[in-house]
């Protein structure tokens, strides 16, 4: 197993860097370990010495240039209220992200990684580990929202993961495609249609009368 890598390895953290470049612009089958060693001006002995090959260099790639936006909306102190908001708030901050960093190289970084995940099923692995941490991240916040009453209780905890998961990732294929995204306002006002559509109802239940 690769150790964690470390914030004083400034080789790894080269290594790491020219890894995300040489990945998003060729595709993890033709990024070749010497590009990315002559882009980090080293040997490949310095990627073999701390590397087992290209799946470990992609997985430390994404974790170091993608950014989750739980914790980047978490860090702006952007949610007040209930917990639903950060669905809401989440939700919304898709179009902006997408809009501002639709050249941000993890986009690109994270597609060549799904595309190589359907051959090569190390690299398979690494992706799923990381969609399967954030899906538990959000997997929290809505059974905290459950618990707040801000979600019914009845909705399925993993079917609402995968429901946002499943926009985030339309998102990237949007960002790839350079398609039209939607306006921020109409958009903001669906998600907040969603959310309530989620929550609790309180009215009572007249069906036994």
Not at 67 to 76: G, I, R, V
Not at 85 to 101: C, M
Not at 195 to 204: F, M, S, Y
Request: charged letters at 25%; aromatic letters at 6%.
């Amino acid at each position: 197993m690769m150790a964690p890598m470390s914030e004083g390895d400034a080789t790894r953290q080269r290594l790491v860097a020219a890894a995300a470049e040489v990945f998003a612009e060729r595709g993890y089958d033709g990024a070749g370990v010497q590009e990315i060693a002559r882009r980090a001006g080293l040997t490949t002995g310095a990627i073999y010495s701390r590397y087992t090959g290209k799946a470990e260099l992609l997985r430390d790639a994404i974790a170091a240039h993608s950014t989750d936006e739980l914790d980047e909306l978490f860090n702006q102190h952007r949610f007040e209220g209930h917990v639903s908001d950060v669905i809401r708030v989440a939700g919304s901050h898709l179009v902006e992200r997408t809009a501002q960093h639709a050249a941000d190289p993890a986009a690109a970084l994270l597609l060549e990684a799904f595309v190589a995940a359907r051959r090569d099923p190390e690299i398979r692995t690494v992706v799923k580990g990381v969609l399967e941490e954030r899906a538990g991240r959000l997997a929290e916040i809505i059974e905290a929202a459950k618990a707040d009453g801000s979600v019914d209780p009845a909705v399925d905890t993993d079917a609402a993961v995968r429901f946002c998961h499943a926009v985030g990732l339309g998102f990237l294929i949007y960002e790839a495609l350079e398609l039209d995204l939607p306006l921020a306002e109409p958009w903001e006002a669906l998600i907040t249609r969603l959310v309530v559509a989620l929550a609790a109802t309180t009215e009572p239940d007249t069906k036994g009368e």
